[in-house]
Structures are given as C-alpha cells and as structure tokens.
C-alpha cells in the first residue's frame, strides 16, 4: 500500500509569492491534514480535511488555504509568502480523522527567501 | 491553546542504554501518540494509546496512558544506533469531528556505538 505522497520535495521562493503544495493521501483515506514544522515552533496544526470539507482549523493567518479533491488529494496555497513561512510542510492522512492514527508523508521543505 | 510538555528536549546515551520521555498537560486528552521522526523524513507513528491506564509495547518500545490522561511515557529498551532520530508525542482532546492533535516539541535521542 503506498504512503502518503507529498509534492514537490522542496521549494525555494521569495517573499511575496505564493505557493501550492501538494498531498495525495493513503488509499482509502478520507482525511488529510497540514502540519507546519518549524525548529522552534514544532509541529502547528493548520487544518483538516474529510470529504472536501474543512473541518478543523488552526491559528494560522488567511494566507494559508487549501482544498482537497473528491479524490480526497488535496492541496495546500500560502500567498504573499513572508520569511517566517519557511518550514517543512507535512501532510498527514487517516481514514476519518476521528481520533485514528496519522499516517505522515515525507514533507515539503518550503524555503523563502 | 492546548501545550503539551515533553521532556528532556533531548538525550545523549550510550547503546544498550535504556531510554525513557514522557509528555505531560495541562489538559485531559483522550489520545496519546508516538511518533518518532527521522532527518528528511515526516514522522512515523510508534504506538497509539486509547485508553487511561493503557501499557501499550512495539518490540523495544513500550508506551503507557497516564491514568490521569493528563500525561505519558514512552520508554526504549536497549537502545540501538537506529533509534537515533526526535520523538515526539501527540494529543488527541475529542474525537469525532473535532480532530486536532497537539504535539509536544519532541525529545532529541542521540546513541552512541
């Protein structure tokens, strides 16, 4: 069974861009979660997804979006990037989100300079 | 919001060595996760805990809900070089559609051969 695959695998950009990044879940999982990892912040919540909905919301500004597909892929966009958003964006799945094991991808390392 | 106290930040020890790091919280959750991380990679799930009280193991590692659900320990029997890499531990406040995990800055675990 294949993992939770995460695109592209880094990323350089400059401040005032923005990007998308990308996360196709387990097979059979219908939740996906966005994880920003920092070294100083650690791991901070920034939404979840079932079913095309977002469900849960972190504390992150409305520069950070995202959607998921009926697919259930979904993808993550930060515009006007500023240099705090350089971090490693991790996706996660489970198979409703409720309470149950994340299953990781390998992230996406976003650098902005 | 939610914090979760994990301890030590990090540990340098000598293979063979038993490890143990624990999370506490302010807060009651209903979850407890391990997750151990390795450089470039996402986190790996270890062991999850359901229930106060749980002494859940994975071969070397054994893991254990607090009876308070307060907090939680993970322990590492003779550690090996391959342990190397953060853990970190995660919880999990309700489940159904209010999903949200919270992970505890991680403990850094070095080994030396």
Known sequence: KAGVTQTPRYLI????????????????????????????????????????????????PGRFSGRQFSNSRSEMNVSTLELGDSALYLCASSW??????LFFGSGTQLSVL | GQQLNQSPQSMFIQEGEDVSMNCTSSSIFNTW?????????????LIALYKAGELTSNGRLTAQFGITRKDSFLNISASIP???????????????????????????LTVNP
């Open chain 1, 13 to 60: 950009k400059t401040r005032g861009q923005q990007v998308t990044l990308s996360c196709s879940p387990i097979s059979g999982h219908r939740s996906v979660s966005w994880y920003q990892q920092t070294p100083g912040q650690g791991l901070q919540f920034l939404f979840e997804y079932f079913s095309e909905t977002q469900r849960n919301k972190g504390n992150f």
């Open chain 1, 96 to 101: 409703s989100g409720g309470g149950e094991k």
């Open chain 2, 33 to 45: 996760l391990w997750y151990k991380q390795e450089p470039g990679e996402g986190p790996v799930l």
């Open chain 2, 82 to 108: 391959s342990d190397v890499g953060i853990y970190f531990c995660a919880g999990l406040a309700s489940g159904g559609s209010n999903y949200k995990l919270t992970f505890g800055k991680g403990t850094l």
